[in-house]
């Protein structure tokens, strides 16, 4: 089979490799599409938790080719999903139910072999059958980390929420915090067209200048004097998580839900934490959310229909990382196979 294969950070090819096969509870996925996602970009850079050699690519999808002969709940023909994560079940953290944890954490597309490949081996137990088609079936992935995303803000009903970002996971944790309750939701970016695909779910959506932060801080602080209930910031720029203390009320929780430089330290004023109560949430990945994560996407609370900007086959995979680097108008980015 053809894959797409790092041999270190920066260096990748086109190979032609043995294709998987099954052990006893797998099954093979032959891929149809396979979603570039920001942290594709880290890997790419050596960053994240990512290791070498690599088949990248987390965000898959495609039809089952094989089953492994314990396999009863799944037939070749199948169109499906797979939850990348897997888990030790061993470790301290897995003993303690906190599976995200995982002292072992491993990820396909990540740490191990993923779906910028023709097939891909996946655990039955991690696969889900869908309806989606194939280029919405690419975001069930990263609405799942929009699902965990959501249980560790926690929106009560009626809060003032701000978010800062608006790629395509950030679009997606948008629509489900505005369904989560939210009373006011703004959205800020500096990307006229990715604001574009919230104004039917955001209340109010506000384009920031990189070149002078004071533009969107005065409009924010006009309009919400006293500050948010919750701040997420989904840029992954460590300037704007640095200044979310600015738009926060008293009692308010600030989310760091983009991906950071994992070298990168910001200035937090400690006085200003104390004093306002202030609670500092992460949210990393997921697990065990594809199933929610689906039936958000069946059932239209996230709609994705119109993200996919940008069609790249195997072939062109330079192309498309090129794209998702230097490219101003793009939100997703796929690979798609025959």
Known sequence: MRAIIYDSPGHFS??????????????IIKVKACGFCKTDLHIHHGRFISQFPLIPGHEFTGFIDEIGS????FQVGDKVVADNTILCGHCYYCRKDQPLYCENFYSLGVTGPGGYAEFVKVKAEKTFKTKLDFLEAIFVEPTACAV?????INVKPGDDVVQFGAGPTGIILAQLIKHGG??????????????????????????VDRTNYEGHKKVLLADFPRGF????????????FEECHLFAKYGAKIIAYGVYPEDINITVNPYEIFRKELKFI????????FEA??????????NVKDLVTHKFPL?????????????????KVAIIFD
């Open 14 to 27: 086109l190979k032609q490799i043995e294709k998987p096969k099954p052990g006893p509870d797998d099954v």
């Open 70 to 73: 314990e396999v009863e709940d």
């Open 148 to 152: 965990h995303g959501m249980e560790r």
């Open 182 to 207: 939210a009373g006011n939701l703004v959205v800020c970016d500096p990307n006229e067209f990715k604001l574009e695909k919230l104004k039917n779910c955001a209340d109010q959506l506000i384009k």
């Open 229 to 240: 209930d919750i701040v997420v910031e989904a840029s992954g720029i460590p300037k704007m």
């Open 282 to 289: 992460g949210s990393f990945a997921q697990t065990h959310k």
């Open 293 to 302: 994560a689906i039936k958000m996407l069946e059932h239209g609370q996230v």
């Open 315 to 331: 072939e062109q995979y330079q192309e498309a990382l090129n794209v998702v680097q230097n490219t101003r108008d793009k939100i």
